[in-house]
Nanobody, 124 residues
Framework: QVHLVESGGGLVQAGGSLRLSCAAS????????MGWFRQAPGKEREFVAA????????DYGDSVKGRFTISRDNAKNTVNLQMNSLKPEDTAVYYC?????????????????WGPGTQVTVSS
């Protein structure tokens, strides 16, 4: 059974940083592309970042490009999201997702498994 568990969320002031982690189990991690999405109250789930199964390709949503960095450690079955220069509009629940493909996707429907999410709140 596949499990994805996010950690590292919390409350931070605007301009600060947070590092989210996602621990995966029950899957051959190195064969899955991984993604991060977020959902703010009353809004649709939004693509944030993704990384190919090997880690050789990354993709970012326009709103986070240059501020967020996605990385993965296939030996530890983890994927991380380093978030810098945080803004109040980054406030959302952040979800980790796994896609049974080498290549990434920006679509919610392109992912096979999801974590329960972790809350990130950025105060102004």
């Amino acid at each position: 059974q596949v499990h994805l568990v996010e950690s590292g969320g919390g409350l931070v002031q605007a301009g600060g940083s947070l590092r989210l982690s996602c621990a995966a189990s029950g899957l051959t991690f190195s064969t899955y592309a991984m993604g991060w999405f977020r959902q703010a109250p009353g809004k649709e789930r939004e693509f944030v970042a993704a990384i190919s199964s090997s880690g050789g390709y990354t993709d970012y949503g326009d709103s986070v490009k240059g501020r967020f960095t996605i990385s993965r450690d296939n030996a530890k079955n983890t994927v991380n999201l380093q978030m810098n220069s945080l803004k109040p509009e980054d406030t959302a629940v952040y979800y980790c997702a796994a896609r049974r493909r080498y290549l990434t996707s920006r679509n919610v429907g392109g992912y096979d498994y999801w974590g329960p999410g972790t809350q990130v709140t950025v105060s102004s």
